[in-house]
């Protein structure tokens, strides 16, 4: 996710449908809180993240920042994390952050 000199920058990164967790939120904050990187849009759904997943990415998320898109639709953040956000923290920030309030019925 960070830039290298030599490199181009990545924009857009979908990783989802890939059972990335909590722990893999954890290594997507810390790509996210870098100031190397240049990701405007992360599409994230169904991933398997959690609440805790949840903020842990979403409390990178600043205007000092590229990224303008984060897709956490289909993921089990639980009921009501969507209200919570929005009353709280999303109105401070410019990055769209796109959820529901239910993961998808089992296939």
Known sequence: LCAEESSPSLGELDLSENPLGT????????ALSSSS????VLRL????????AFWRLVAK????RPL?????????????TRRCWRGTMAPNIRCEVMLSDRPLAKR
Request: aromatic share 0%.
């Open 23 to 30: 722990e893999g939120a954890k290594e997507l904050a810390k």
């Open 37 to 40: 990187h240049n990701l405007r």
């Open 68 to 80: 303008t898109h984060l897709d956490l639709r289909v993921n089990p953040v639980g009921s009501g």
């Open 45 to 52: 759904q169904d991933c398997q993240m959690d609440l805790a």
């Open 61 to 64: 998320l600043d205007n000092d």
